[in-house]
């Protein structure tokens, strides 16, 4: 019988939000009557899938104290780093001594409260037996342009171009391992590029379109639309 694997969240919330234009990182923007972050949390926990989540913040951060899902049981905090890649590193780090060699992470951007439960278990699911691990995802459906400037050179053919999303799923040793092995590297702009400058191939599990970014003050009243049809 197979066995459930054990699974942990990592979730890099240390970055400050610029393109918002708001008086605070973008996680900390109300939404449906809770900041974004607490959304994201929220949906982590109540799926059932994760023996605890690891949240990496700045040092500075005067928001996160605050809240009371920083005190939850099961949420671990960690002090973030410069770019994406340390904070997520030093969350993993947080779980040393918890988290086996190959115990699964699922790392999710703080700024998508949509993701469901859903989504979560069928990565779980799909990924859960696979040598690398991989990442939620979604195919293009607009005409892709490669440009130089404001000149287009190229037509991308988009059957080959998928979306990043997250959670992105690895094995706890593999991921701390090719993070330490490329930091510094400019071309790690999520997990999965750590890998595959290492010359691994994950996987893509095609997730749910509403499980959307917020990086724009737009993006808010969207995500509360998706969260609206969501219930």
Not at 17 to 44: F, W
Not at 98 to 109: N, P, S
Not at 118 to 139: C, E, R, Y
Not at 158 to 180: E, I, S
Request: glycine letters at 6%.
């Amino acid at each position: 019988m197979n066995q459930i694997p054990k699974c942990w969240a990592v979730v890099p919330a240390a970055g400050v939000g610029k393109r918002m234009q708001a008086d605070r990182p973008k996680q900390y923007l109300p939404l449906a009557g809770k900041t974004v972050i607490e959304h994201t949390l929220s949906r982590l926990l109540a799926s059932g899938a994760f023996q605890k989540v690891a949240v990496a913040i700045s040092v500075e951060d005067p928001y996160w104290p605050e809240l009371d899902i920083s005190k939850h049981p099961d949420v671990i905090t960690a002090p973030g780093g410069k770019e994406r890649a340390d904070s997520v590193l030093s969350a993993l780090k947080s779980l040393q001594g918890l988290a086996g060699e190959d115990d699964w992470v699922l790392v999710h951007d703080a700024a998508r409260p949509c993701l469901t439960a859903g989504d979560i278990h069928l990565q779980i699911d799909t990924l859960k037996d696979d040598a690398v691990g991989g990442i939620l995802a979604l195919s293009s459906h607009d005409t892709l342009k490669h440009v130089d400037g404001d000149t287009i050179t190229a037509t991308i053919d988009r059957k080959h171009v998928w979306r990043a999303l997250t959670p992105q799923m690895f094995k706890y040793g593999m991921l701390r391992d090719a993070l330490q092995q490329t930091e510094g590297n400019p071309a790690v702009t999520d997990e999965a590029s750590a890998l595959e400058i290492l010359g691994f191939k994950p996987k893509i599990v095609e997730g749910r379109p509403d499980n959307i970014k917020i990086t724009r003050p737009e993006d808010l009243a969207l995500a509360q639309f998706y969260m609206e049809q969501q219930a």
